[in-house]
């Protein structure tokens, strides 16, 4: 978070109570909006909120939106995390800042075929992969660049 230029007088003991507030509220958030879902629902509401019953008669549209927001985030997700992995897969092995079309065509290959082995020996490794992608994405979109900041910063 862009915070410390921002502050008047910025000192750390500032930036970590604005960081704590910015988590509080965030956290507020998430419960609320985590609550008011289960209190809609009772026990109707499952581990994996998409996997839930149709609580009337007709499509589900909130369910079908929201299953059709995690494919595109997962169609978007795959891309993005590939060419980070793929660029430091080929500076630590291959030892090169580039590489030619035809070792990204077999990093390529390779990921893919793998990821697919995966899915396919542990077909319900979805569920396991959602949580931790919801426990990692917090980290990785929040604290990891907020520690570097606060670390590196004046």
């Known amino acids: 978070m862009p915070i410390y230029s921002e502050l008047v007088n910025p000192e750390y003991r500032r930036v970590v109570k604005v960081i704590d507030r910015a988590i509080a509220v965030d956290l507020f958030f998430y419960m609320t909006i985590a609550v008011a879902g289960y209190l809609s629902s009772f026990n109707k509401t499952e581990k994996i909120v998409l996997e839930r019953l149709n609580l009337r008669d007709g499509p589900d549209y909130p369910i079908l939106i929201s299953v ?26 291959l030892k090169s800042d580039t590489y030619t079309d035809k070792q990204n065509y077999i990093i390529s290959t390779t990921f893919i075929v793998v990821t697919w ?17 919801g426990l990692c994405a917090a980290t990785l ?11 590196l910063s004046d």
Do not use: E, H, W
Not at 68 to 93: C, D, E, H, K, W
Not at 117 to 133: E, Q, R, S, T
């Open 141 to 151: 979109d929040y604290g990891i660049p907020m520690f570097c900041y606060v670390k």
């Open 68 to 93: 059709i927001t995690v494919i595109g985030s997962i169609l978007v997700a795959f891309p993005v995390a590939y060419n980070p992995f793929r660029q430091q897969f080929v500076l630590m092995f």
């Open 117 to 133: 082995g995966i899915a396919v020996v542990y077909p319900n490794i979805d569920k396991v992969l959602a949580i931790m992608g």
